[in-house]
Structures are given as structure tokens and as C-alpha cells.
């Protein structure tokens, strides 16, 4: 089961000895009365409303604290009496309670045709005292106190909302005073004031954590969806207006969050259109609908992601369906994700930040999508990540289960499937040490076995996107979170369709926190959101164009500072480690990649200054460097635990032996590590490529070892190949090796590295290229003047003695290809040339 539930509250467990011990103990016999005892609403402070019915057939509500685990008796009614609605203030003073007097058949039969079926009182409750009646009506009515921000002092006033099932809603300001002895009374003995906040509605929910109100008006042949933000200073304002192509037949009035009553609630499940508004940290803002299907073995909803302006409408064919199942679909709010709950059928967890493709959600069947005790008639998620059953009688706590997560994504054979549940461990679970490294062992046993993406890719960027991103705000609208472009995988049995809808219109001053983010979210919508994401294509060209140019035009400013910028990652990942490194990286420089270091720097600090102004030149500078650091930190982490699995050590850069079968699997995964860098254009720490060559000389033939060279799987270093060169004997095996690497080598490295090979092949190809580069530079020059003798001994060889003197004129006129080496000269070239042909006539050189 992929989503863990935690019982925060049971009515039989939390509950229930209390009432035991006071005497209460009918309460829990429920065989009569299903009602006797159940939940009537959740505050924003965790506090929990119930009701039951005592001995006498009377009535009484009480309160459960989730932080100190008490309970708390409220008030009693000495009646039998339905509550439908209750709440009370923060300051527990006052008590708004709702309640059916009388059902229609009872009112008839007891001739009550003029004693209204509804009543809606206050009640002064600290302690009990006056009782004042707000509403005695014919239509449903349900309460809800506003609650100010958590910490502020106690307050004389309070706010209440009336919700009426006869299309409004009002806001009555409650002032108190304290009377002797403590005692709070209500101060205005006349009418409350008063305030309408909505008409003509036709669906209501309320975010007690946010403190507001969204509602829907039917406006000609589609919606509009309002919302109302209460704030501290008792003032509230419509903040959000969005139309909505939802057609709403319901003549009742739909409420959501504004407590449980579970008869009416169960009464109109079936009845009334599945709407709910989820909301996400990150400023992500969704209308989940639930659409009603003519096809019985098929069901249809929606999700409008109005922060992004489109919305996705699913229709999937359900499996062993019966007539008496409700094919209602219940919406979780889970932050990350919005989740779509049909019990015995699916599980669909939606990515609200990320919703365009399809991969980035997880549609789950079977034991993977089952949430044990939960009954779908009475499902709400009054706070976010957090499931109240009414019919029950518990809140759980609700989260995706890393472990549950982890073993889906090992046995999942699709690759939407492992997509998903790759970046839903990596973005949204709680990402711990032993998870990741789970995951790095997943990836290095799957490589190949993923054809529509690379899972080292996706687990780079999307790591380096969830540790990047919560530190400034807007950052991850700049930093990819994928590797992919597009997405033409579908699931099975799932059909769905995008429609472009309307953005929604905010009226907000300086308001920050959610609305500012929504905000911010539709802005990027507006600018073409794809094009604002951190990409490599400008840094793979400049990085081709330096790689290209000569030694000469590595000294200019530009390319100094590129070089500093690297200094700077490679400092700043320094101070993060300083442990002694498992894997041997970071213990030479790499031009190449430290060139394309400090590109990468440059690149994207000029990418988020031009979106980012206001964060300031210095911060930039930290998220850039933490950015680069962090990803070469992460190749390191996969090196690191890839490392500790195959059990290696430093005996690969010994070459006088061949590989084992774990080196082998650890070159394979080096050599897919080396192709996902390539892919996003990434800097891989210094080292990596001389380790990869190491374990290549081990571990590959000759001839697949060349190949991998020439086609540029394995990159020559100066460390390794100097090594290979002094370390090897010169076995005839070896000689072929050490030669077939030598004229490999570009002309830089090759100058630093031909001297740790004392061999008559290597002095003798050193020669060649050293005649070759000098009649380079002779071109049609003369000689002048008479040539000494280069040898003690003139050698009687007409040919020899023309070369040696035509080179010798050349290096009299300066021209020295190989200064750093002073015993590469003419007479270097005269003694290879004799030892070679020697050799060959199979004659002994003195």
C-alpha cells in the first residue's frame, strides 16, 4: 500500500474510557443508533468536535485536543437532538451549534407545522450561561468560527460564518466582555452585526488552515469560482475569480469542510456533483471533479490545474464493478500531489507542480492502490495530508510510504511507472541516506532495462531540483526538473484529454505566503513557462567552440575567470567533505572538465540574474556555486555507493592484472554515467576520467579498448597513461598496448607522457614526429652556411647525414618544437634512426 495512514485520532480509542469513566458509557453502544457518537467538525488549531447521546436519551458535544490528548465536555443538550453543525471560538468562550429539531414526518404527525425544522444557537460557554438563537429555519444551516493567527493574545471579539443551504453566506462579529469572576458574556444584547460575504452559491469549501472560502456561482452555462481570504484584522476581501466549463445541475447546496454530518452527508453522496479545491505550498491551486458517467463499468473526472491554465479530464475503465458500489471519486490533498481515490479500483496520485506529462504521475491498481478502513461516502481531507472518516470516526495522517514507494518502483515493469515513483521518492517523500542509496542501487541494476528515458539523468536533475529548491523562492520555475522533452507513453486503460482553460484573476496588495506563489505561478504561464527553465544547448556550443582553440588563446581574461569559476566549485565542494574520499576523484585537474566547470558558472548565473534580480548579485553567486558543487557531489554519492557495493579499491590502477566481474560492472556503469553527462552537457568531478580508463585497461580486450578510445567512450589522461607507461613491462603484449595507446595521444599529452617509456618504439616514434614537425617549419628556407658534425664519429650514410644536416640548420635558426624536452634534438633523431635500422637488420647497436 503506497500510501501510509496514521491514526491521529479514534473516537473508540481517544474517546470512548473517557466517556467511561464519567458514566457516559451508552454512548458507546451503537448497535441502536449508528449516530450515537461520531465527529461533528475539526478546528483549525487540531481540535476536534464530537457529539453523543447520554443515558437519558440527552445530547452532548465535546472536544479533543490533539496536542495534550484531553478531552474536554462543551456543553448538554436534555434532548435527543441531531447536531448537523458545530464550532466553537479559539479562546473556547462561545459555541455556534446547529441542529434538526424535528424531522418532516415528525413535524407533521405532531401538528408542528409552524416550529421551524432548524435551529442555529450561540451559546456562552465559559462557563455555560445565556443561549442565543442566530437562526430558526426551515433550510439547513452550518457554522464555522474564524480563527486569527496562531500566538496572538486573547481576543474580545469573534467572528462566526453561517452557511445556509439557502444559497449564502454571512458573517456575524461576536464582542465579548469579562464579567466577575472570569465569566466571558456576549456584550450586545440587540441584534449581532452583520455582513454578507456570498449569494447565489451553489458549492462552498473552507481552508480552515488558510482561513478562506471558496464557492461557486452558476453564471449562465458555466461556473465561476470565487474565493473570500478572511484576515486577522477582521477584515476579508474576494481575492479570486475563475470560470469554469462545469456544468451544475444540483438544486442543493454542496458543502465541503464545513463539518460532518453523516445522514445528510451520505444522504446527497450520490446525489450531488464531487467537487473539491486543492491547494499546494507551492502555490498550486486544482478543481477535482468528479463526473458523473452513463457507461456502467467506466468513470470520468477532472482536474483543472488553474495555476497552469489547462485541465486534464481522466475516463478510466474500471475492473469487478457492482451495482451497489458508489462510483464516487475521493480527492486527498497530499501537497505534492492531489490524489484521485476510488476504493477496490485505483489510486491516482497527480503531480501538481509538474502535471504536463503524464509521467510524473502515478496511476496505481490492485494491492498497490488499496488504503485499508476507508470508506468512500465519507472521505474528507479538511487539512492538508490528512484524511477524516466520518462514518468511522478517525483522522489519520496520510503519506506516501518510502518503503511501499521503494518496492513499487522495483517491481514496476513500464517505464511511466518507474518515472513516477523515481521522482516521487526523489521530490516529495523525505529523501533520507538510506532511500537514496536504495535508488542508486535500483539505477545501477536497471540501465538498460529503461528504453524511454536515462534514470541516471532523471536522478541528477531531479535531485539537484528538490535540494536547490526550496531555498529561494521562484527557483523552480529556472532549474529543469527533467531530462525529458515530451512524454508518448499512455496507461493502460486510462484515456485522457487536455483542454487550455481561462487563467483565473487575482485582486490582491501586498499579500504574501500562498497567493503570492499562485501569483508568481501564473506569471510564468503568461512568459511561456518551458523557456524559463535552466537549459544546456548555449553551453554545449561554447564549450565545443574553447575545447577547439589553440594552447595560444588560453590566456585571455574571459577564460581566466571561466578557470576561477571552477577554482571556486571545487573549493566550495571541499569544505563539504572532509572525510577521506572512498572513491579516488578530486586528486588531479581535468582542463576539460574544469573548463566546463566554470562555463556552466557563468551560464547559469546569467540565466538567473535575468529572472532573479531581486534576490541580489551575492546570492545568486552561492545558488550557483551550491548548484554546481551539489551536482558533482551527486555523480560522486553514485561512484561512492556504487563503489561500496561491488567492494573495490584503489588495485584498479594496478595493471599487471586483469579485471574481476565487479570492476567490469562498475566500468559499465562509469561508461553510462560518462553518456548521461554528455547528454545534459554536465561536469564530472576531476579524476573520473582517468578511473574509467583504468578500469577500461583492466577490464576490456585490446581492440574494444582502442574502440572505446577512438570513439570517445574513454578519454586518455595524463595520470593513467603515465602510469600504464612506467608501471607495464615491456612484454611483447604490452609493447603493443603501450604503442597502440602512444599514437593515440594529442600532441600536448603526448610531449608530457612519451618520456616514461624507455623503449627503442617509443624513441623511434618520438623521432618521426620530431622530423616531421621540423621540415614543418623549414618550408623553403636555404641553408646557408656549412653544418658541423652532429656525431663524434661521422656515419657513412650519404641519406642519414643530408637529414641530419638539414634538421641541424633548422634548429641553429631557433626552431625548437619540443623545448620542455631538452634531449629531443637532431642527434636524438640520428641515434633512433641507427638503433632502428639495426634493429631490423637484426645487428647489435654499440
Not at 604503442?739 to 603526448?750: K, Q, W
Request: glycine share 4%; proline share 3%.
Amino acid at each position: 500500500m503506497l500510501l501510509h495512514l496514521a491514526a491521529e485520532f479514534d473516537l473508540q480509542r481517544d474517546v470512548g474510557p473517557w466517556l467511561a469513566e464519567r458514566g457516559w458509557a451508552a454512548a458507546l453502544d451503537t448497535s441502536e443508533n449508528s449516530s450515537a457518537l461520531y465527529v461533528v467538525n475539526v478546528e483549525r488549531n487540531g481540535k476536534i468536535i464530537y457529539t453523543w447521546k447520554g443515558k437519558q436519551r440527552d445530547t452532548h458535544i465535546g472536544l479533543y485536543d490533539l496536542q495534550t490528548k484531553e478531552n474536554e465536555h462543551l456543553y448538554m443538550f436534555e434532548r435527543d437532538l441531531h447536531i448537523i453543525s458545530c464550532s466553537v471560538n479559539s479562546e473556547r468562550t462561545l459555541l455556534a451549534v446547529s441542529f434538526r429539531q424535528y424531522t418532516e414526518e415528525e413535524r407533521v404527525s405532531r401538528l408542528l407545522q409552524s416550529v421551524s425544522k432548524y435551529l442555529t444557537l450561540l451559546i456562552e460557554i465559559h462557563p455555560v450561561n445565556n443561549v442565543r438563537v442566530l437562526k430558526a429555519v426551515d433550510s439547513c444551516v452550518r457554522v464555522q468560527f474564524l480563527y486569527p493567527v496562531e500566538g496572538r493574545n486573547t481576543s474580545t471579539e469573534s467572528r462566526l460564518l453561517l452557511v445556509s443551504e439557502d444559497k449564502y453566506i454571512e458573517q456575524f462579529d461576536i464582542c465579548v466582555v469579562v464579567e466577575e469572576e472570569h465569566k466571558v458574556v456576549i456584550q450586545n444584547s440587540g441584534q449581532l452585526p452583520r455582513a454578507r460575504v456570498a449569494d447565489d452559491l451553489i458549492w462552498a469549501q473552507w481552508d480552515m488552515t488558510e482561513q478562506r472560502l471558496f464557492y461557486i456561482v452558476p453564471k449562465e452555462s458555466r461556473c465561476t469560482l470565487k474565493c473570500v481570504q478572511f484576515y486577522p484584522d477582521e477584515n476579508f476581501n474576494s481575492i479570486l475569480e475563475s470560470h469554469l466549463e462545469i456544468s451544475v445541475n444540483d438544486t442543493r447546496v454542496k458543502l465541503v469542510n464545513f463539518g460532518y454530518d453523516d445522514c445528510q452527508d451520505q444522504d446527497v453522496a450520490s446525489k450531488s456533483l464531487k467537487l473539491q479545491v486543492v491547494t499546494s505550498k507551492a502555490g498550486g491551486l486544482c478543481v477535482c471533479c468528479s463526473l458523473a458517467s452513463d457507461i456502467p463499468d467506466e468513470i470520468t473526472y477532472s482536474i483543472y490545474f488553474l495555476h497552469k491554465g489547462y485541465s486534464k479530464t481522466f475516463t478510466v475503465s474500471l475492473e469487478r464493478t457492482e451495482s451497489h458500489q458508489l462510483k464516487e471519486v475521493a480527492f486527498l490533498n497530499l501537497d505534492y500531489y492531489v490524489a484521485a481515490y476510488l476504493p477496490g479500483q485505483f489510486l491516482h496520485l497527480l503531480n501538481i507542480q509538474h502535471p504536463d506529462l503524464l509521467c510524473y504521475s502515478l496511476f496505481l491498481t490492485g494491492e498497490d492502490a488499496r488504503i485499508d478502513s476507508l470508506q468512500n461516502c465519507s472521505i474528507q481531507s479538511p487539512l492538508m495530508s490528512t484524511i477524516l472518516d466520518g462514518c468511522e470516526g478517525r483522522m489519520y495522517a496520510v503519506s506516501i510510504s518510502d518503503s511501499a514507494l521503494l518496492e513499487f518502483l522495483q517491481k514496476s515493469k513500464r517505464d511511466s511507472e518507474r518515472l513516477a515513483a523515481l521522482h516521487c521518492a526523489l521530490l516529495c517523500v523525505r529523501s533520507t541516506a538510506d532511500l537514496e542509496m536504495k535508488i542508486i542501487w535500483w539505477i545501477s541494476e536497471n540501465l538498460s532495462t529503461c528504453h524511454s528515458f536515462d534514470p541516471l539523468q532523471e536522478f541528477i536533475i531531479a535531485s539537484l531540483y528538490s535540494r536547490m529548491c526550496s531555498e529561494t523562492h521562484n527557483l523552480d520555475k529556472l532549474l529543469p526538473y527533467t531530462s525529458l522533452l515530451d512524454w508518448t507513453g499512455v496507461i493502460p486503460g486510462v484515456v485522457c484529454t487536455t483542454d487550455i482553460i481561462s487563467l483565473p484573476v487575482l485582486e490582491f496588495q501586498n499579500s504574501k505566503g500562498f497567493w503570492e506563489k499562485l501569483n508568481s505561478n501564473l506569471e510564468s504561464v503568461k512568459y511561456a513557462e518551458p523557456h524559463l527553465h535552466y537549459h544546456s544547448n548555449v553551453l554545449r556550443r561554447e564549450w565545443q567552440n574553447l575545447s577547439e582553440e589553440k594552447e595560444e588563446r588560453r590566456t585571455t581574461t574571459y577564460l581566466r575567470n571561466i578557470f576561477e569559476n571552477a577554482k571556486k566549485v571545487l573549493s566550495h565542494l571541499d569544505t563539504w567533505d572532509s572525510e577521506e574520499r572512498l572513491v579516488p576523484l578530486f586528486q588531479e585537474e581535468d582542463y576539460q572538465q574544469q573548463l566546463l566547470m566554470g562555463l556552466m558558472v557563468a551560464q547559469l548565473k546569467d540565466h538567473l540574474m535575468r529572472h532573479l534580480q531581486y534576490v541580489g548579485k551575492k546570492k545568486i553567486d552561492q545558488i550557483v556555486l551550491d548548484y554546481v558543487a551539489n551536482l558533482l557531489n551527486l555523480v560522486h554519492r553514485i561512484m561512492k555507493e556504487v563503489w561500496k557495493r561491488y567492494q573495490l579499491h584503489s588495485c584498479i590502477f594496478c595493471f599487471d592484472k586483469r579485471g574481476s566481474a565487479a570492476e567490469f560492472a562498475v566500468f559499465h556503469i562509469m561508461s553510462r554515467i560518462l553518456e548521461a553527462a554528455n547528454g545534459m552537457c554536465m561536469p564530472l568531478p576531476p579524476g573520473f576520467h582517468t578511473l574509467h580508463l583504468g578500469l577500461g585497461v583492466r577490464c576490456l580486450p585490446l581492440h574494444t579498448l582502442l574502440h572505446y578510445i577512438d570513439n570517445g567512450v574513454l578519454h586518455l589522461t595524463e595520470t593513467c597513461v603515465g602510469k600504464l607507461l612506467k608501471d607495464l613491462d615491456d612484454t611483447e603484449k604490452n609493447e603493443k598496448l603501450k604503442f597502440s595507446i602512444v599514437t593515440r595521444l594529442p600532441e600536448a599529452l603526448g610531449q608530457k607522457v612519451r618520456q616514461f617509456w624507455n623503449h627503442p618504439i617509443n624513441a623511434n616514434f618520438i623521432a618521426r614526429k620530431y622530423v616531421k614537425l621540423l621540415l614543418e617549419k623549414l618550408g623553403n628556407r636555404q641553408c646557408s652556411r656549412p653544418i658541423s658534425e652532429r656525431l663524434p664519429v661521422p656515419v657513412e650514410f650519404l641519406p642519414l647525414n643530408y637529414l641530419t644536416n638539414m634538421l641541424a640548420e633548422v634548429e641553429n635558426q631557433g626552431v625548437h618544437p619540443y623545448e620542455k624536452q631538452d634531449h629531443v634534438n637532431v642527434r636524438f633523431v640520428e641515434e633512433a634512426a641507427l638503433k632502428h635500422t639495426m634493429m631490423l637488420l637484426g645487428l647489435k647497436y654499440s
